[in-house]
């Protein structure tokens, strides 16, 4: 113990379970040494090959600074697309050097492949402060199907690992998870992953209640598991989107055309089941702007959820909805969302999916954390001009979900243990 007060590199993590020693980035000594990021630069590029979105890149340079400001040499991997058969032009990570340039304000060098002569002599020649860009790493297989010798040459190229590719680390890659195992203490969280761990502990782990969950989008079946890892935590969840229509015809009610999952009717009455056992108190709408055909130029009305007309189906949530939910919102103190109200890609099924997402703004300035998550909602606080005004927004995608149904993602797990 006294070691640990004595080393201002070590902190004492509380974790769930058990007491682990973790290195954090905030504390960690960077000086001379050569660091290894795992970075997730794995963004869209146009067809002149440039970052059309560099969002991930922006989101890394936290991390990278404060390794190249403590005096290391970063050293940045990541992977770039799909690339099926090794090396492919298209896929190679020279084409986003301008944008990681541009966006950390300093050149950095470039090996033309991540392991072996190329990689080690762009490592050896680098300087402090300097940062070094290795190539693609799914141009190896061994990459994808965790490789211990793969992960063993990139981990020779440095005496520090850092993890901040949230949106990988449910996968067991050899960049992501295996590569831990040769940094058994010099090894840690950067900013990003840091803050959505932080974020989502927050919300499944301590909360301040009410802890309301709402959830939205097309299908319950792929919203089944995170709906009962969340029962056992919330006070109140809400659903929307079209997977309340299975809900609602399971019920009794009629749906019209709308949105069903037939096979899950039975799953949605357990569900139901389980949450009053569990003292959850699920709202489900009670109205819906229905249209005649699924399109934006539809002729639309409003009527109660559960007597939606023959050749009608539910796109968005009725007045009376947003209402009530608004009411959920504000009473709540943390909050999570996931999964959009209604078809907002659509103007005329947009509202619902808007005013929840300010009813959450509203509740967020008035002190209630709130994390929003999962593809569509980011797209849809995007869309909103909503992103600033929620605590915290989710990139993780399908790392975010597996971790919010209660999985343990390897690459969290392979720092922390
Ligand atoms: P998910 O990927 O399951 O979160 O679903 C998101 C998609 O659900 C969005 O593209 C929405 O347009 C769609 N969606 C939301 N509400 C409805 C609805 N009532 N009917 C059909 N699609 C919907």
């Given at each position: 113990?006294?070691?640990?007060?004595?080393?201002?590199?070590?902190?004492?993590?509380?974790?769930?379970?058990?007491?682990?020693?973790?290195?954090?980035?905030?504390?960690?000594?960077?000086?001379?040494?050569?660091?290894?990021?795992?970075?997730?630069?794995?963004?869209?590029?146009?067809?002149?090959?440039?970052?059309?979105?560099?969002?991930?890149?922006?989101?890394?340079?936290?991390?990278?600074?404060?390794?190249?400001?403590?005096?290391?040499?970063?050293?940045?991997?990541?992977?770039?697309?799909?690339?099926?058969?090794?090396?492919?032009?298209?896929?190679?990570?020279?084409?986003?050097?301008?944008?990681?340039?541009?966006?950390?304000?300093?050149?950095?060098?470039?090996?033309?492949?991540?392991?072996?002569?190329?990689?080690?002599?762009?490592?050896?020649?680098?300087?402090?402060?300097?940062?070094?860009?290795?190539?693609?790493?799914?141009?190896?297989?061994?990459?994808?199907?965790?490789?211990?010798?793969?992960?063993?040459?990139?981990?020779?190229?440095?005496?520090?690992?850092?993890?901040?590719?949230?949106?990988?680390?449910?996968?067991?890659?050899?960049?992501?998870?295996?590569?831990?195992?040769?940094?058994?203490?010099?090894?840690?969280?950067?900013?990003?992953?840091?803050?959505?761990?932080?974020?989502?502990?927050?919300?499944?782990?301590?909360?301040?209640?009410?802890?309301?969950?709402?959830?939205?989008?097309?299908?319950?079946?792929?919203?089944?598991?995170?709906?009962?890892?969340?029962?056992?935590?919330?006070?109140?969840?809400?659903?929307?989107?079209?997977?309340?229509?299975?809900?609602v015809?399971?019920?009794?009610?009629?749906?019209?055309?709308?949105?069903?999952?037939?096979?899950?009717?039975?799953?949605?009455?357990?569900?139901?089941?389980?949450?009053?056992?569990?003292?959850?108190?699920?709202?489900?709408p009670v109205d819906a702007?229905?249209?005649?055909?699924?399109?934006?130029?539809?002729?639309?009305?409003?009527?109660p959820t559960g007597?939606?007309?023959?050749?009608?189906?539910?796109?968005?949530?009725?007045?009376?909805?947003?209402?009530?939910?608004?009411?959920?919102?504000?009473?709540?103190?943390?909050?999570?969302?996931?999964?959009?109200?209604?078809?907002?890609?659509?103007?005329?099924?947009?509202?619902?999916?808007?005013?929840?997402?300010?009813?959450?703004?509203?509740?967020?300035?008035?002190?209630?954390?709130?994390?929003?998550?999962?593809?569509?909602?980011?797209?849809?606080?995007?869309?909103?001009?909503?992103?600033?005004?929620?605590?915290?927004?989710?990139?993780?995608?399908?790392?975010?979900?597996?971790?919010?149904?209660?999985?343990?993602?390897?690459?969290?797990?392979?720092?922390?243990?």
């Amino acid at each position: 113990m006294k070691f640990l007060k004595n080393n201002p590199n070590l902190k004492i993590s509380h974790l769930r379970k058990n007491i682990s020693i973790m290195l954090s980035i905030d504390t960690a000594d960077f000086n001379g040494k050569k660091v290894l990021i795992r970075v997730d630069f794995n963004v869209p590029l146009n067809d002149s090959f440039e970052v059309a979105d560099d969002t991930r890149i922006r989101a890394a340079i936290p991390t990278i600074k404060k390794v190249i400001e403590g005096g290391g040499i970063a050293i940045l991997m990541s992977h770039l697309g799909r690339p099926k058969n090794g090396p492919e032009e298209k896929f190679s990570l020279k084409h986003i050097i301008p944008a990681i340039e541009n966006l950390l304000g300093k050149e950095l060098s470039f090996a033309s492949d991540c392991i072996g002569e190329a990689a080690k002599q762009k490592v050896d020649s680098a300087k402090n402060g300097d940062v070094v860009l290795l190539e693609n790493l799914r141009f190896y297989k061994e990459e994808e199907k965790g490789d211990k010798h793969f992960a063993s040459e990139l981990a020779s190229l440095g005496n520090m690992y850092i993890n901040d590719a949230f949106g990988t680390a449910h996968r067991a890659h050899a960049s992501t998870a295996v590569i831990a195992d040769f940094f058994p203490v010099n090894k840690m969280f950067g900013y990003v992953m840091k803050a959505e761990i932080e974020s989502i502990d927050k919300v499944l782990h301590e909360p301040q209640r009410p802890l309301l969950a709402i959830m939205g989008g097309a299908k319950v079946s792929s919203k089944i598991s995170i709906i009962e890892n969340v029962l056992s935590k919330v006070d109140h969840l809400i659903l929307g989107g079209g997977m309340t229509f299975t809900f609602v015809k399971a019920k009794g009610g009629n749906i019209g055309s709308s949105l069903v999952e037939e096979d899950k009717l039975d799953l949605a009455l357990e569900l139901l089941a389980k949450a009053k056992e569990m003292g959850v108190q699920v709202h489900l709408p009670v109205d819906a702007v229905i249209a005649d055909k699924f399109g934006n130029d539809a002729s639309t009305k409003v009527c109660p959820t559960g007597e939606i007309p023959e050749g009608w189906m539910g796109l968005d949530i009725g007045p009376e909805t947003i209402k009530i939910f608004r009411e959920v919102v504000l009473n709540s103190k943390t909050i999570l969302w996931n999964g959009p109200m209604g078809v907002f890609e659509m103007s005329s099924f947009e509202k619902g999916t808007h005013e929840i997402g300010n009813a959450i703004a509203e509740a967020t300035a008035d002190g209630a954390f709130t994390l929003v998550g999962g593809g569509d909602s980011v797209a849809a606080v995007n869309q909103f001009g909503l992103a600033d005004k929620v605590s915290y927004v989710s990139t993780g995608g399908g790392a975010m979900l597996e971790y919010m149904e209660g999985i343990e993602l390897p690459g969290v797990k392979a720092i922390r243990s």
